[in-house]
């Protein structure tokens, strides 16, 4: 058998253009943030990941020209090497003294950051307890961890579920390292780990704790400090990781600890080492984003009181929302081609969202997921309500809806 044959037997994505439903790709030619240029007009968007709505702002677009300026449009080598600059180090201090942490590493993606933090920690004899919805770039740590260290290395726990954690770390040797790696809020669903009960079960049975912050720093905790500030559970979080390609408007991730674990990170991460360095702009524009964010904390408040506007809105008119107190707004719609036929109607009216099916989500919850930002008006949100009460009658799933 051809190695290719997979590639020229793989015909769904095709199938699913024929029909003019296709979700995925589609570019975007300028945006101002919540209103974006696509598909030959001015769309909502209700679907980015741009929070605070920071990746527009003028005085991050300023950093990121005046870094790039001054150091160039790239790094050219790895950290280690010739790759480091002061902004990256600066930009470190800043995270750490952020998050309430020793110290901090800064990755050039977030993705990177979670495979490249969780991969140098185990060694054969030790665990990684992982839940099973978290964020696809744990899962490939984890499955490097298992290539490298056997397969025994990788418990994994129900979504969100402290008795199915507890069942399966308790089956372990007290006296190996565990590390319980969760994401903070949940991507796909929006949900919030139960960081309370991780806690208390990582302390009676001797692990550490790793959170992915991705979603939830610039949202939760005190001043956006992510999901062990919303408890009051810092200490007791042992690795923050974050991502910068959200609140924090540009491209990159970091992980905080104390220095002991971030010094070994450094000298022993392949994902860190053998990649060149953050270009400069991608620092400035953090670094600065991480400044606004301080100094403007109303723009979390109106992500929430946007995302709540929206989540209570569609509630209202009958529609099936998880609940919860993210950005992140899913409304089920539970089947495939319901959930593209929803999904193109609303393209069509002019907003811009993110269709969710199998493997991202479970059979018969095929979604739509909305994300909100601070810069989202009440106008916006409007538009985004009436245009769902629309399809919502149209593919008759707003029965009770007159
Ligand atoms: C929970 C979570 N972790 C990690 C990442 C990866 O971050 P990045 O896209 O910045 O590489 C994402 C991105 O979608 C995410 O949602």
């Not at 790039?68 to 480091?84: A, D, F, T, V």
């Not at 696809?136 to 418990?155: E, F, H, M, R, Y």
Request: one cysteine or more; proline letters at 4%.
């Amino acid at each position: 058998m051809d190695l290719f044959d997979k590639c020229y037997s793989f015909t769904r994505a095709d199938e699913v253009k024929s029909v003019g439903l296709y979700p995925y790709f589609h570019p975007i030619y300028d945006t101002e943030g919540p209103v974006v240029l696509m598909n030959n007009r001015k769309m909502v968007m209700a679907g980015s990941n741009n929070y605070l709505g920071l990746t527009t702002d003028p005085r991050v677009k300023e950093a990121a020209i005046n870094a790039i300026r001054k150091y160039g449009s790239g790094s050219s080598g790895s950290r280690l090497i010739n790759g480091s600059l002061d902004i990256h180090f600066e930009l470190e201090e800043k995270l750490a003294a952020f998050v309430n942490k020793e110290a901090a590493l800064i990755f050039s993606t977030g993705y990177q950051t979670n495979q490249g933090a969780i991969v140098p920690l185990v060694k054969s004899g030790d665990y990684i307890i992982s839940d099973m919805e978290n964020h696809a770039s744990i899962i490939q740590g984890t499955l490097i961890a298992k290539g490298l260290c056997g397969d025994n290395i990788l418990v994994k726990f129900q979504h969100n579920d402290m008795e199915d954690l507890e069942k399966g770390i308790s089956a372990l040797p007290l006296d190996a390292g565990k590390l319980i790696v969760i994401d903070g809020v949940f991507s796909m669903n929006g949900s919030i780990i139960n960081l309370p009960e991780v806690v208390r079960i990582a302390r009676k049975y001797n692990a550490r704790i790793m959170t992915d912050d991705a979603h939830s720093l610039g949202v939760f905790g005190k001043g956006g400090r992510g999901t062990a500030s919303h408890f009051d559970l810092e200490d007791d979080t042992d690795i923050i990781m974050g991502t910068f390609s959200k609140s924090l408007a540009s491209q990159g991730g970091f992980i905080a600890a104390n220095e002991r674990v971030i010094n070994y990170m450094k000298h022993h991460s392949p994902a860190f080492i053998f990649n060149a360095s953050m270009p400069a702009a991608q620092a400035a524009a953090a670094m600065k984003s991480l400044e606004i964010m301080q100094a403007e904390p109303e723009r979390i408040e109106r992500l929430h009181y946007n995302a709540n506007k929206i989540r209570n809105g569609l509630m209202q008119l009958g529609f099936h929302v998880l609940e919860g107190k993210s950005p992140i707004v899913p409304i089920i719609i539970g089947d495939d081609l319901l959930t593209f036929t929803f999904w193109k109607k609303l393209f069509d009216g002019g907003v811009y969202s993110n269709p969710i099916v199998f493997p991202a989500t479970p059979h018969g919850m095929q979604l739509i997921r909305l994300s909100f930002m601070a810069t989202h008006t009440d106008e916006h949100l409007d538009f985004i309500l009436d245009q769902f009460e629309k399809v919502g009658k149209e593919v008759r799933i707003l029965n009770n809806v007159a």
